[in-house]
């Protein structure tokens, strides 16, 4: 199975902005959706955002709506997440994932493919 691979994290400070990437190397993953979700340490996995591959319907979590913009470029299989004005609390590592099969695209245990994150740390 072919994983998908995150970059892009960093460390940034408060107000700053960054952008993740999420790609597939060199192979077609077929997906209905794929999801951005973050871990801080400590605490459970949340869900970030999400994207439908065949509408492009995006969803967001309450804590990154009009901050944060999931995209994808289904020809290049990429997917991306610009998130602006970033806070200490956006602090995580940053996963994403993908669904082979229809689900919720805002249900993290719909996702089965998942990449092994990459880090983000805002500093105040």
């Known amino acids: 199975q072919v994983h998908p691979v995150e970059s892009g994290g960093g460390l940034v400070q408060a107000g700053d902005s960054l952008r993740l990437s999420c790609a597939a190397s060199g192979r077609t993953f077929p997906s209905y959706a794929m999801t951005w979700s973050r871990q801080a340490p400590g605490k459970e996995r949340e869900f970030v955002a999400a994207?439908?591959?065949?509408?492009?319907?995006?969803y967001y979590a309450d804590s990154v709506k009009g901050r944060f913009t999931i995209s994808r470029d289904n020809a290049k299989n990429t997917m991306y997440l610009q998130m602006n004005s970033l806070n200490p609390g956006d602090t995580a590592v940053y996963y994403c994932?993908?669904?082979?099969?229809?689900?919720?695209?805002?249900?993290?245990?719909?996702?089965?493919?998942w990449g092994q994150g990459t880090q983000v740390t805002v500093s105040s």
């Open positions: 994207i439908r591959r065949s509408s492009g319907s995006t």
């Open positions: 994932a993908t669904q082979s099969r229809t689900g919720s695209a805002s249900d993290l245990t719909s996702y089965d493919n």
